[in-house]
T-cell receptor, first 116, second 114 residues
Framework: SQTIHQWPATLVQPVGSPLSLECTVEGTSNPNLYWYRQAAGRGLQLLFY??????ISSEVPQNLSASRPQDRQFILSSKKLLLSDSGFYLCAWRDYRDRSYNSPLHFGNGTRLTVT | GENVEQHPSTLSVQEGDSAVIKCTYS??????FPWYKQELGKGPQLIIDIRSNVGEKKDQRIAVTLNKTAKHFSLHITETQPEDSAVYFCAASPRGGATNKLIFGTGTLLAVQP
């Protein structure tokens, strides 16, 4: 079966420091991968998605970047964190074979980032 | 682009009562509508989904209905239990082109009172 791992679970970082959040998926090949941010405990905002190694699409211009160095690894980064980067970051995967995009996203358990 | 609205934002019911959460979407080409449950400190988990060629789907105490003409879909939970308390999200998946994502509603905080 497929599993998705995110780490760390919680992170407290000062303003201006760098960020690296990692997500890995097991049990599937060539998944579509996604980073979402959830602010204020509610809405899910899509930040980046990737359909393959090195292929990144950005949904919202901001202080963050994403990379996919390996098939099942997705990394969210920042060179200098802002207070507004605080939130709950969720990684998700989707089966690449679903060309009609009518299958679910599977989420990890998220990283709670607090920028102080 | 697709826009999903979800109501109510909070819902409190007595244990054993039914709960209904409603969503509307804007893109008539959307063809897939999942529902997620998110417990505190965890990622959203899929609880049920429906595709545009189906009007209703049930799974034990949970059901989802879809009205394509009106562009709305609803989640129904019967015989609610305290463990149903969580935030619920609806989502829609626009079809075609470079679209490769789910658009989420803003969530409903469901509280089931014992």
């Amino acid at each position: 079966s497929q599993t998705i791992h995110q780490w760390p679970a919680t992170l407290v970082q000062p303003v201006g420091s760098p960020l690296s959040l990692e997500c890995t998926v097991e049990g599937t090949s060539n998944p579509n991968l996604y980073w979402y941010r959830q602010a204020a405990g509610r809405g899910l905002q899509l930040l980046f998605y990737s359909v393959g190694i090195g292929q990144i699409s950005s949904e919202v211009p901001q202080n963050l970047s994403a990379s996919r160095p390996q098939d099942r690894q997705f990394i969210l980064s920042s060179k200098k964190l802002l207070l507004s980067d605080s939130g709950f970051y969720l990684c998700a995967w989707r089966d690449y074979r679903d060309r009609s995009y009518n299958s679910p996203l599977h989420f990890g358990n998220g990283t709670r980032l607090t920028v102080t | 682009g697709e826009n999903v609205e979800q109501h109510p934002s909070t819902l409190s019911v007595q244990e054993g009562d039914s709960a209904v959460i409603k969503c509307t979407y804007s893109d008539s080409a959307s063809n897939y509508f999942p529902w997620y449950k998110q417990e505190l400190g965890k990622g959203p988990q899929l609880i049920i989904d429906i595709r545009s060629n189906v009007g209703e789907k049930k799974d034990q105490r949970i059901a989802v209905t879809l009205n394509k003409t009106a562009k709305h879909f609803s989640l129904h939970i019967t015989e609610t239990q305290p463990e149903d308390s969580a935030v619920y999200f609806c989502a829609a998946s626009p079809r075609g082109g470079a679209t490769n994502k789910l658009i989420f509603g803003t969530g409903t905080l469901l509280a089931v009172q014992p």
